[in-house]
């Protein structure tokens, strides 16, 4: 596939995505989705939220704000009705009683066209047990070479059980929608090292879909290799300036803004299984 095919209707369309985001991640959420092309709004408040998701294209819900539980089902029950792409990222799912709660009933009331979690959060929700290490992936359950078919089938099933695509980002990032799997293979071990690469991806992930109503898959795996390409060109420039995470942070959403659909295309390191 040809990721650019997903980018460019970001560019050229300038799709509004509303974000129900954390506090400590908004600000890049924005940026991201700035550099991409697309237009973000940030907005918690529940008696407005059903009136923004009109205007807008596309629903980011991410669950590092779950005290806002209420605005995000008001917002994401509307985005249902209207046939807006909704995007969940459900931060720390398995980290305690309450977000595994949270994250079961949102997603027993909404429809989500795509949930994006590590690998940790994804196995809470799929065994329905706490697991993780607060709001990063244990290291048992990295993804690796040697457990990755082991990793796609527990993907495919919480894809084929929810009607979601089940994005899986880490190392080696999975997509799947149950029937067809995607690994994307683009990314840099700093974006670990800076506060909200997660968020960032499932902001931009978001814009991508957009415009993608009837290939959200295909959106999903071109707005992964985007970010981590991203992400390899801002370590480059890292490296080659000697400087550290903050610095990265800024290269990571200046790459996102001068990524090209060449660069793109000819960058992405995306494998069918």
């Known amino acids: ?21 954390n506090y400590v991640t908004v600000n890049d959420c924005a940026n991201i ?39 995000m089902l008001v917002a994401g029950k509307e985005a249902n009705r209207l046939q807006r792409p909704v995007i969940l990222d459900p931060v720390a799912a398995g980290g305690t009683s309450l977000r595994l709660d949270a994250v079961h009933q949102l997603i027993n009331e909404i429809q989500f066209t795509v949930i994006r979690g590590n690998a940790s959060e994804i196995k809470a929700i799929a065994f329905g047990k706490k697991l993780g290490s607060g709001v990063d992936v244990s290291t048992l359950d990295q993804v690796t070479k040697e457990n990755l078919p082991q990793a796609v089938e527990v993907a ?17 990032d999975i997509v799947t929608d149950g029937s067809q799997h995607a690994i994307v293979h683009n990314g840099s071990a700093t974006m670990a090292r800076i506060t909200g690469s997660g968020c960032m991806l499932t902001s931009l992930i978001g814009a991508f879909c957009a415009g993608a109503l009837e290939s959200s898959f295909e959106a999903t795996v071109a707005a992964m290799a985007a970010m981590g390409l991203s992400g390899e060109l801002a370590e480059a420039r890292r490296l080659e300036n000697g400087t550290g995470n903050a610095s990265f942070r800024t290269d990571l959403i200046d790459a996102m803004f001068n990524l090209t659909e060449h660069v793109l295309d000819r960058g992405a390191r995306i494998e069918m299984v």
């Open 156 to 172: 495919s099933r919480l894809a084929q059980k929810t009607g979601s695509v089940i994005a899986v980002s880490g190392a080696m």
């Open 1 to 21: 596939m040809n990721p650019s095919r997903y980018l460019i209707p970001v560019r050229s369309n300038n799709p509004l995505v509303h974000c129900i985001t």
């Open 33 to 71: 989705l700035l550099a991409a092309g697309a237009s973000p709004i940030m907005s918690h408040n529940k008696h407005e939220v059903a009136e923004l998701v009109a205007a807008a294209n596309a629903l980011v819900l991410n669950m590092g704000t779950i005290e806002d539980m209420e605005a």
